[in-house]
């Protein structure tokens, strides 16, 4: 049965990308249709943000928890589509749905659950720049604000929680002044890669960062975290000119997920800053000719 | 300013900091090449008197895509080799600076380093790399940062390990991602 994807509030051409980049899905061996929303079930919604009956879709499909793909500039090519698609049906479908592409993906994988501790992190005043602990099944795991440190007894604890962190699999609470004295293990690494990577990995999932005008004053630690270029392209923008989520996605090419993915991360981290004013320095001077060579050198993919 | 890695033929990428701190581990990361360590003998017509230094630079290369060589250097930290400074940071698209995160006085010295780096050329784009955090449990980002602070404009600073070739990519993708 192939996996049925609705459209709305898209131009023709770009309504032709998506189906061409719906046909290439079956080289993820994954089998899906599109048609225009006609108001039914479905497993996949891809809409324009931007378009008023987009925007109305995109609000029902987020209601009904099915999965949605807003379809931005970043995403105007066959190719991209076709990654995005990928992306959020292999998230959204169990990982044997998506081998066999015989079941459609689950509905029910929705927007993450508010007590998930990247949105808690981020959105409860009373653990927002705060330290906590983490707990599943005797796992402890400690996310340091004060240090922007994460202390566990094993990587792969590290790792477990990372990967759930926009899921409601840990408990949170802040780390009280008796146990401080004793962490969970010697095991210390970036707590901003951390929050980076698990929400990155949740971004088809979460929900819209506010509109809100934000800046940044610290670069948050990302040496870890190396695969998401895009997080380094946000960081620059919010140092060098604030701006609601929107604003940063439209001014760099980038999907409003990825930006808000990183915002619900850097919040959480306790590095957002909405008093922050953009810097004063002018942009260090391009290396002219060269720019282009040392990023394709170093893998940084820029516009 | 001068932007005279724009009309050279070859790229130029400094990795300073203090001794220990893992630039040549890293400069091997990102070249094709083992570093090498050229001995440098100088005098130094500033002391007054008729002296020679011996000078630890370490030196490697790798090729970008067209055949433009990318040539790395590592620059000491001592202030013995302080006038060496000017001559290897000349015509550098970046510097990326390495501490020791297992150091105390990490804060200090990233300070100085960032001073001493806008001092030779206010704009120069940089980055901080801090090294050996994986050993440290107790290591805390809050002092470099409120020393970053201290100096100025913001500075992409990562912890990384000079080992990981992805890492030490990383920290130059962020430098680059600086220069818009
Ligand atoms: N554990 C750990 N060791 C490192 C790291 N980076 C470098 N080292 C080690 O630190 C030592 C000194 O590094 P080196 O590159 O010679 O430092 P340099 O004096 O700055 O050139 C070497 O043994 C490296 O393998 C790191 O991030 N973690
Ligand atoms: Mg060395």
């Given at each position: ?303 | ?132 955090t994986d050993a440290v449990a107790e ?12 100096c100025g404009a913001p500075v992409p ?24």
């Amino acid at each position: 049965m192939p996996l049925e994807l609705r459209y709305a509030g898209l131009d023709t051409a770009m309504e032709q990308r998506l189906r061409l980049a719906t046909q290439a899905l079956a080289a993820h061996r994954l089998q899906a249709r599109a048609a225009a929303w006609d108001g039914t079930r479905c497993d996949i919604v891809a809409a324009d943000p931007h378009d008023a009956y987009g925007r109305r879709v995109i609000d029902i499909a987020r209601r009904r928890g099915t999965p949605v793909l807003e379809i931005v500039e970043a995403l105007a090519t066959v190719a991209r589509l076709t990654r995005a698609l990928h992306d959020l049906l292999s998230r959204a479908a169990p990982p044997s749905t998506q081998s066999t592409a015989t079941a459609a993906p689950t509905t029910s994988a929705s927007s993450t659950p508010a007590s998930s501790p990247l949105l808690k992190m981020a959105t409860d005043p009373t653990l927002r720049g705060a330290d906590v602990e983490l707990r599943r099944d005797g796992a402890v795991v400690w996310l340091l604000a004060s240090t922007s440190r994460v202390v566990s007894a094993s990587v792969s604890d590290r790792l477990r929680a990372c990967e759930q962190l926009a899921s409601n699999a840990w408990s949170i609470a802040a780390i009280g002044d008796r146990q401080r004295s004793r962490p969970p293990g010697e095991i210390s690494a970036s707590l901003d890669a951390f929050l980076l990577m698990g929400a990155w990995s949740a971004r088809a999932h979460l929900p819209s960062y506010p509109d809100d005008d934000v800046g940044l004053r610290d670069w948050p630690d990302l040496g870890a975290a190396g695969t998401i270029a895009e997080a380094l392209v946000v960081v620059q923008s919010l140092q060098r000119f604030r701006g609601t989520p929107e604003r940063i996605a439209h001014r760099h090419g980038l999907a409003r997920a990825d930006v808000d993915a990183c915002l619900w991360a850097f919040q959480a981290a306790g590095l957002l800053d909405r008093s922050a004013t953009p810097s004063a320095v002018p942009p260090p001077t391009r290396p002219g000719g060269l720019f282009s060579r040392l990023a394709a050198h170093f893998g940084l993919r820029v516009a | 300013m001068p932007d005279t890695a724009s009309e050279s033929l070859v790229a130029k990428l400094v990795f300073a900091g203090p001794v220990g701190a893992g630039k040549t581990t890293a400069i091997r990361s990102v070249t094709d090449s083992e570093p090498i360590s050229t001995e440098m003998t100088l005098s130094e017509p500033a002391m007054g008197e008729k002296t020679t230094t011996t000078v630890a630079l370490d030196f490697s290369a790798a090729t970008l895509d067209d055949g433009t060589p990318l040539l790395v250097y590592g620059l000491p930290g001592q202030e013995r080799f302080a006038h060496m400074r000017p001559i290897v940071l000349e015509g550098a698209f970046g510097v990326v600076v390495v501490l020791d995160g297992s150091a105390i006085d990490i804060a200090d010295q990233c300070e100085h380093w960032l001073r001493e780096i806008r001092a030779h050329r206010a704009g120069m784009p940089m980055v901080i790399g801090i090294t050996h955090t994986d050993a440290v449990a107790e290591f805390s980002l809050g002092p470099v940062r409120a020393a970053i602070r201290r100096c100025g404009a913001p500075v992409p600073t990562f912890t990384f390990d000079a080992r990981d070739r992805e890492q030490v990519a990383h920290l130059v993708r962020a430098l680059l991602v600086t220069m818009e």
